[in-house]
């Protein structure tokens, strides 16, 4: 009898383990969907700047310096693989985009520009679709973090060899 009580309570506690170590993987696994959804919609803003910049150009020939910024800008992005090198590149984009269009709005021609207006506004609504999907990231993140600092969780992380996620913070590295 004492050896079917045993039997039950390790067979109750592998099975609490396995439903632990599930719910953590499911909660990884949203952490890297949500993150693919940031990675997609800051590609789908570096996709806009080509156009931004061509149509920019001709009428800030003598801000050279805002133009390549953003280039350069956008290449870091492209080399960056992990959430913080991704976050970090993406302030860098976000503050050169940002003088771009300061320069780019003390010009009337380019400021009445249709194209110009357009991809404006297309660049403005992805930055705001990052910032509501980094926002949900960071909160899964948050969670998954901290389920894996307490026990009994954080045992089961550590048999697993799940380890705590980078948020997608924000990192003032804006060239001024």
Known sequence: MFALVLLLI???????????RNDLLSMR????????GI?????????????LLETCRPYLEHKQKALQSVVDARKAYTRATSPS????????????????????????NLK??????????????LQESVAGERDRYNASVNSFNDRIAHA???LVARLARLRAREVFEAIDTVDK
Do not use: T
């Open 112 to 125: 009445n520009n249709a194209s110009f207006v357009q991809l404006q506004a297309r660049i403005a609504q």
């Open 39 to 51: 990675d997609m919609l800051l590609k789908q803003r570096h996709d806009e700047l080509p156009k």
């Open 152 to 154: 009994p969780h954080a």
């Open 85 to 108: 090198q991704k976050a970090q590149a993406d302030q860098r984009v976000s503050g050169a985009v940002r003088n771009l269009l300061a320069a780019a709005l003390k010009n009337p």
């Open 10 to 20: 390790i067979l109750g506690l592998i099975a609490y383990s396995v439903r632990l």
């Open 29 to 36: 696994n949203s952490i890297d969907k949500s993150f693919a």
